[in-house]
């Protein structure tokens, strides 16, 4: 399994050598790094792949999440934001909004 997520990770940085605005490989990098605990990394990746595709939920979804683990619940609410607007029906968004609101409006 080991081997695969090496493999994995090779290919990805191919492609963004291949084409430097592949918003899903950055994206998919960032969760690699984030399964390594390299958070700084995987905020690196997830912000790339936000910044070439702001249309795509996962990379705002998947900073959400990492922002939510790491505890920087505010950063974590504005990035779920992003991700329900780009995609309003994303359970695990939807789940993670419901948290953040709890926490921030009903301590």
């Given amino acids: 399994c080991l081997g695969d ?4 990770e090779e290919c990805l940085k191919l492609a963004t050598m291949i ?5 899903n490989s950055y994206n998919n990098l960032g969760v690699l790094e984030m399964k ?7 905020r690196t990746y997830f912000h ?3 910044s ?9 979804f998947n900073s ?10 505010q950063t974590s609410y504005i990035a779920v934001q992003k991700s329900l607007y780009a995609y309003p029906s994303h359970c ?7 948290k953040l609101e709890r926490h921030f409006f009903h301590s």
Avoid: Q
Avoid at 5 to 8: E, F, G, K, Q, S
Avoid at 92 to 98: A, G
């Fill in 5 to 8: 997520l090496i493999m994995a």
């Fill in 92 to 98: 695990d968004s939807k789940v993670l909004f419901r």
């Fill in 36 to 42: 390594k605990g390299n958070i700084t990394a995987a």
């Fill in 52 to 60: 070439i595709a702001a249309y795509m939920h996962e990379p705002h």
């Fill in 64 to 73: 959400a999440l990492l922002a939510f683990e790491v505890g920087d619940l």
């Fill in 19 to 23: 084409d430097n605005r592949h918003a």
């Fill in 48 to 50: 790339a792949a936000a």
